[in-house]
């Protein structure tokens, strides 16, 4: 044999890995999906995920499902405390933005900017739990230290949190609306949030 053909056919080099990381981000974006699924574990399964990807996608960490699992245990009970809080919030907006749009259409300017404003809130607030989560699988905190934390984090850094809140909002609407862009578009966005908050992060 060649070679090129031995190198070709190496399963460590670059073509293999990224073949490797392609099957990863799908696989992950599989697990978390599952995971998400009792809507309670969403905000541990997020926290798992961007742990994972970090360790094992970026900084090239063995053992990625495992990790995945074991931060998802870890972070079980904390990870489903925050996520109640926030529950509520979500729910409203997403119940409410329906009504808000159907009256926003009938060319009334006090619903139009209610509209707006609603739509600008719900970035802000949806901001929250992206930096929440992550922040949880980094670092240990109490809840109410968490939140305050994050909330504070969001604040002093408003520009790259809206930045990862439209990418995330923007790949929530194509996955909703192309079920197959599910498949892969979590990992990515939680890579996207690792370039965002790991610089952030490590400020402090």
Known sequence: MSEFSNRFFNPENDFFGF????????????????????????GPACTALY?????????????????FLRCFRDNLKQGAAVTLLCLPAGLLFYFGLPALTALALTGDRMAELL????????VLLGALPLVAFPLLGRFQFATRDLMRTTAQLCLRHFPSVLVLSLAVNAAV???LAWYAFSLIL???AALLATFLLERIFARY
């Open 115 to 122: 509209f707006w404003c609603w739509q600008t809130l719900a």
């Open 19 to 42: 073949l490797g990381d392609l099957v990863d981000v799908v696989g992950l974006s599989i697990l978390w999906l599952f995971c998400c699924l009792p809507v309670v574990t969403i």
């Open 51 to 67: 742990h994972t990807v970090l360790r094992g996608l970026r900084q090239r960490q063995p053992g990625r499902y495992l990790r």
């Open 186 to 188: 979590p990992a990515l």
């Open 173 to 175: 609407q194509l996955s």
